[in-house]
């Protein structure tokens, strides 16, 4: 929530910190799956297919899987960081503008609070869309996933 304020720092808009966090992730269920349904559980990335197919189609499998990886942390770190980004350019605009008009600037306090009320509801979404990505990954844990 401390992020939320102009020139606050947000955590979660550092890509190497959030990389850390969903490559944990990934790699917990990924070894959560190998422990429970041992080498069945890579039967996830071997399609219903022909068998000619199968050489092509194996590998993409294993990139879509890792490329959830990258899409959990740029996600996030993507949308924190452009929000942060707005709101500090609005709030050194505001603060340039306090040497010259004082009216003016409060002017813009308004639409500066609408941002921030916005960016609040755009981390609780965020937060939430995380949560439920996460879950979604870890369902494969829990059964064994058919194509």
Do not use: W
């Amino acid at each position: 929530m401390l992020s939320l304020l102009p020139f606050g720092i947000a955590l979660t808009s550092h890509l190497i910190l959030i990389f850390l966090l969903s490559s944990t992730i990934c790699i917990s269920i990924f070894v959560i799956g190998l422990l429970r349904f041992n080498l069945k559980f890579l039967h996830i990335f071997i399609p219903q297919c022909p068998f000619v197919l199968l050489p092509v189609l194996i590998p993409i499998e294993i990139f879509s899987y890792l490329i959830r990886l990258f899409s959990l942390s740029i996600r996030l770190a993507a949308n924190i960081l452009a929000g942060h980004t707005l709101v500090h350019i609005i709030v050194t605009f505001i603060l340039n503008l306090t040497k010259t008009d004082l009216i003016l600037s409060i002017i813009f306090l308004v639409p500066l609070f609408l941002i921030l009320t916005l960016e609040f509801g755009v981390a609780l979404l965020q937060a939430y869309v995380f949560t439920v990505l996460v879950c979604i990954y870890l369902s494969d844990t829990e059964h064994l996933p058919s194509h």
